[in-house]
């Protein structure tokens, strides 16, 4: 087997070099006892795929949490104590639970699966000297393969012959936008990125124009597609921070319920109360204490935020990443297409001694011309007219109407000239029709030009446009005012001063000449051709940013996000639309791959959060970065479209895949999919993402309080020598009606104004702080408090006796937890100033539970069943005053101590 570091150094090689090398020929290709030889050494031409999680498996593992066996406990021993509605309700919320978890994580680990589709299915070889068509499975290295226009290359190939515009789009691969002009020459650096190996082709890209021959180079698990594949083989699916958070918070509460439940039954044993009672009591509020309802509303507040981000082109593949989202700190973008709009589009040219703006984004025609700022007709200025038609006629792309818009077909470059004339009126479609098709000389790498010859009036007529070094050279004249004279070398001198202004703006250029051939034979060569060229202009083009992401970027700084630029591009062209949008401060530093692979791990760890554009960048470069953020404690979106981010985009905390440009690859990878392909819609679903959070925050705050409340009334009773004020039955009716409606509300309460102007949440703070923690345990007192009151007034002031006393108890516990719902939709906005209407779910939820606690007191077979009495209207007057105090001691807590605290409203986002 062939070392990898010697194959790496295939692209030094000359053709004939290559050959020796693989022992093959570049006639007659391989032997065929030479290719089972090499394919027993090699084995097949495919990617390895790893078990996947069965259906089975995934269904199960729903069942895994600390708080969901709890849970499971709970309905056995409210079976056990015949409850069966509670038990049923217990078991159903827990299956619920577990099916919503299956459908949303059913469709994860099938990456290598679309790897596959990648790969093309039969390759055109040449073995024992002859052409054969073959599974592409079956190749090896050495092997001489025949490639064409719409081919996708079936593994990495060193290139041995070529046309001369043998074009191979590499974008999935490389992050490089255009398609790549392709080489056989030997190139002197055998440390290029992949970007840069100009006389290799790589499995999983296809193949734009023109046709080759390769050798084979590396199949299988060892071409590039297939360490990538092995990389996100490498990478451990993890638990996300709300996973983590829950558990241990579940865990403590639980501890907690029983250490305090256990307190009850000590209490009222030693206190001399029947065994039976005392333990049915106990379990009675074990099973009230323990919200059983959390993971269910957690479960269906993300499902529904979920369809909330649809609307705002975010598509969840896994519902945990919901809440991951809202504490991002850091997001890892792609620069083309989701940066820009992956459209090349024409911005200024030069023509006359003018520099013309054009105005206008991407493939659509529309937009104007400027000249000194003021905007002009194009139609006016006969230099520029004759530049956009020469860039029109010497061109072999398609702008066609789809629509309401434009597609195009052919070369992202050439279309940029064409969308440009059709601003100025000039369209391809007209002016072929008067220049007629004669013959044309291809593009390639050493002259940096293209020419199509047209017949017009009798005359032919040489169209060229390259790169302005190579092109101006060969000028012997340049067009002012309609008039061509004698090209000077000053002329030449500021022409390329002029390319390299608009070429350190990151922008494209292309040279425009033309030539009357009247003096030159048929049977047209470049070097006869491509002299004595009479220069037109120039046309800078760039892929433009998206307007939308330079307000998208600053609302990350105002939210306390990091935004770095990753991209395969060049790193002038990433540091200019960087700084355009706004990516780069005066501290942060650019990188380019090669400066990457120089820095030491530790120097990377030290220098992070100093760097911001990364250029000219490899997969495994990606996934470098992604973990040196993920090792100095940040929570990482990664987003990505091609084969190359899929490790860094599985690597991350949250891995976005674009939907329109993103391949199956990256898609499956992912734990999210924006379906525009634009920055702006990560930045929605960030801040979806957070309201989330706090909506999650909002219920289990609600949860905690109430049933603190409901343990404190038992406990306090027990500790300071009163009846039992609350009957078991009457503690899981209290927990039924007001744990499930109230709490589902909260979980889709609006999103806060102002969310996005706070600091992203420690990804170590629990979902219960200190300070939240104390709040929780003050309004269960107070709860607690108010509900042994009414129990006392009736019993000892009315003295209407046990059962009517602990109804008003019963009564006021529920309604207390009610009203307190409203205080849970904000720490510090009065609920008043939030609005009492604006979440009319919770409304709705509220007198739903009220109308099922008021059938529990009044209808004949629900008191025999509660121990209930109808309760005259005076005693209603007492329980509701009483059962409000939570929310006006609330109230005037936020007006007067809370409010004055967070008066910028952002201060509050660790709590």
């Given at each position: 087997m062939i070392p990898q570091d010697k194959i790496k150094n295939i692209i030094q090689l000359s053709v004939e070099q290559a050959a020796d090398f693989f022992k093959t020929s570049l006639s007659d290709g391989l032997l065929s006892s030479e290719v089972l030889k090499r394919r027993q050494l090699y084995g097949l031409n495919q990617l390895k795929e790893s078990q996947g999680r069965s259906p089975l498996k995934i269904f199960f593992e729903q069942f895994q949490d600390f708080i969901i066996w709890v849970l499971i406990g709970a309905s056995f021993v409210s079976g056990f104590l015949k409850e069966w509605v509670d038990a049923l309700a217990i078991i159903g919320i827990v299956i619920l639970n577990a099916i919503l978890g299956f459908i949303q994580e059913f469709r994860a680990e099938k990456s290598l699966a679309a790897l596959k589709k990648l790969s093309s299915p039969v390759t055109k070889t040449i073995r024992d000297r002859q052409r054969n068509v073959i599974a592409s499975i079956e190749l090896v290295p050495g092997d001489l393969i025949e490639l064409e226009a719409g081919d996708h290359i079936p593994a990495d190939c060193r290139l041995v012959w070529i046309t001369a515009n043998f074009n191979v789009q590499e974008a999935s691969l490389t992050g490089e936008s255009t398609p790549v002009l392709k080489t056989t020459i030997a190139l002197q650096d055998k440390d290029l990125p992949l970007a840069d190996r100009a006389n290799m082709a790589y499995m999983g890209t296809f193949i734009v124009s023109g046709k080759a021959k390769a050798i084979v180079v590396d199949t299988g698990m060892n071409t590039e597609l297939g360490k990538i594949a092995g990389m996100i083989q490498g990478i451990k699916d993890e638990s996300t921070p709300l996973q983590r958070k829950l558990e241990e918070f579940g865990k403590w509460m639980v501890y907690l319920c029983f250490l305090l439940v256990g307190l009850v039954f000590v209490l009222e044993w030693l206190r001399g109360a029947k065994l039976i009672d005392v333990f049915l009591t106990a379990v009675s509020l074990a099973v009230a204490a323990i919200p059983e309802g959390l993971p269910a509303v957690v479960t269906i507040a993300l499902a529904l935020g979920v369809q909330r981000m649809?609307?705002?082109?975010?598509?969840?593949?896994?519902?945990?990443?919901?809440?991951?989202?809202?504490?991002?700190?850091?997001?890892?973008?792609?620069?083309?297409?989701?940066?820009?709009?992956?459209?090349?589009?024409?911005?200024?040219?030069?023509?006359?001694?003018?520099?013309?703006?054009?105005?206008?984004?991407?493939?659509?025609?529309?937009?104007?011309?400027?000249?000194?700022?003021?905007?002009?007709?194009?139609?006016?200025?006969?230099?520029?007219?004759?530049?956009?038609?020469?860039?029109?006629?010497?061109?072999?792309?398609?702008?066609?109407?789809?629509?309401?818009?434009?597609?195009?077909?052919?070369?992202?470059?050439?279309?940029?000239?064409?969308?440009?004339?059709?601003?100025?009126?000039?369209?391809?479609?007209?002016?072929?029709?008067?220049?007629?098709?004669?013959?044309?000389?291809?593009?390639?790498?050493?002259?940096?030009?293209?020419?199509?010859?047209?017949?017009?009036?009798?005359?032919?007529?040489?169209?060229?446009?390259?790169?302005?070094?190579?092109?101006?050279?060969?000028?012997?004249?340049?067009?002012?005012?309609?008039?061509?004279?004698?090209?000077?070398?000053?002329?030449?001198?500021?022409?390329?001063?002029?390319?390299?202004?608009?070429?350190?703006?990151a922008l494209r250029v292309l040279a425009i000449a033309r030539r009357n051939l009247d003096g030159v034979s048929s049977g047209y060569q470049a070097d006869t051709v491509e002299k004595g060229l009479t220069f037109l202009g120039l046309i800078a083009m760039i892929d433009p940013p998206r307007q939308e992401v330079k307000e998208a970027v600053i609302k990350c700084k105002q939210a306390g996000i990091k935004t770095v630029m990753i991209t395969g591009d060049h790193k002038n062209t990433a540091l200019a639309i960087a700084r355009e949008l706004g990516f780069l401060a005066e501290s942060s530093l650019a990188l380019s791959g090669e400066e990457l692979d120089a820095l030491s791990e530790e120097s990377l760890l030290e220098n992070i959060e100093k760097i911001f554009v990364y250029a000219r960048v490899t997969a495994e470069h990606k996934l470098r970065i992604v973990k040196a953020w993920r090792k100095k404690g940040y929570i990482v979106a990664m987003t990505g479209d091609g084969v190359n981010d899929a490790p860094a985009v599985k690597e991350a905390d949250i891995g976005v895949a674009m939907g329109i440009t993103g391949t199956d690859v990256t898609k499956e990878v992912s734990d999210m999919i924006i379906t525009d392909d634009?920055?702006?819609?990560?930045?929605?679903?960030?801040?979806?993402?957070?309201?989330?959070?706090?909506?999650?925050?909002?219920?289990?705050?609600?949860?905690?309080?109430?049933?603190?409340?409901?343990?404190?009334?038992?406990?306090?009773?027990?500790?300071?020598?009163?009846?039992?004020?609350?009957?078991?039955?009457?503690?899981?009716?209290?927990?039924?009606?007001?744990?499930?409606?109230?709490?589902?509300?909260?979980?889709?309460?609006?999103?806060?104004?102002?969310?996005?102007?706070?600091?992203?949440?420690?990804?170590?703070?629990?979902?219960?702080?200190?300070?939240?923690?104390?709040?929780?345990?003050?309004?269960?007192?107070?709860?607690?408090?108010?509900?042994?009151?009414?129990?006392?007034?009736?019993?000892?002031?009315?003295?209407?006796?046990?059962?009517?006393?602990?109804?008003?108890?019963f009564i006021v516990l529920a309604c207390s937890q009610l009203f307190h719902s409203f205080n849970c939709r904000s720490i510090y906005q009065s609920i008043f100033k939030l609005g009492i209407f604006s979440n009319i779910k919770l409304v709705l939820a509220t007198f739903i539970s009220f109308s099922l606690l008021v059938v529990a007191v009044y209808l004949p077979f629900a008191q025999s069943i509660f121990k209930t009495e109808a309760l005259g209207a005076f005693d209603w007057c007492l329980v509701l005053a009483i059962s409000s105090f939570p929310l006006w001691a609330e109230e005037i807590h936020k007006l007067f101590i809370r409010g004055r605290i967070n008066t910028r409203g952002v201060s509050y986002a660790g709590n």
């Open positions: 649809v609307k705002k082109h975010a598509l969840i593949r896994k519902l945990p990443s919901v809440e991951t989202l809202g504490c991002t700190t850091v997001i890892c973008s792609d620069k083309t297409g989701t940066l820009t709009k992956n459209e090349m589009t024409a911005q200024v040219i030069f023509a006359g001694n003018e520099t013309f703006k054009i105005s206008g984004i991407g493939y659509a025609a529309i937009g104007e011309f400027f000249l000194n700022g003021k905007q002009v007709d194009p139609g006016k200025y006969a230099q520029l007219q004759k530049l956009l038609q020469a860039a029109v006629l010497c061109n072999g792309a398609e702008l066609v109407k789809a629509g309401v818009g434009y597609k195009i077909i052919g070369d992202p470059t050439e279309a940029a000239l064409l969308v440009a004339a059709a601003k100025a009126g000039i369209w391809k479609s007209e002016e072929e029709k008067k220049f007629v098709f004669v013959d044309e000389i291809p593009f390639d790498s050493e002259r940096k030009k293209m020419s199509i010859l047209r017949g017009y009036g009798g005359q032919t007529i040489a169209f060229v446009k390259g790169a302005p070094d190579m092109l101006v050279g060969d000028c012997d004249y340049i067009e002012e005012d309609g008039v061509a004279r004698r090209i000077t070398e000053a002329d030449k001198e500021n022409l390329l001063k002029i390319n390299d202004r608009f070429a350190d703006q634009n920055f702006a819609s990560i930045v929605s679903a960030v801040e979806e993402g957070r309201g989330i959070y706090e909506n999650i925050k909002k219920f289990v705050h609600y949860l905690l309080s109430c049933n603190a409340g409901e343990i404190l009334v038992m406990f306090l009773s027990s500790l300071i020598g009163l009846p039992v004020p609350l009957l078991p039955i009457q503690i899981l009716w209290i927990n039924l009606v007001t744990d499930g409606l109230p709490a589902l509300a909260l979980g889709v309460d609006p999103v806060e104004p102002g969310i996005m102007r706070r600091l992203p949440r420690k990804t170590n703070q629990p979902v219960v702080t200190k300070e939240r923690a104390w709040l929780i345990l003050s309004q269960g007192v107070f709860i607690a408090f108010c509900s042994l009151l009414a129990f006392s007034f009736v019993l000892f002031i009315e003295k209407e006796g046990l059962p009517r006393a602990r109804t008003a108890a």
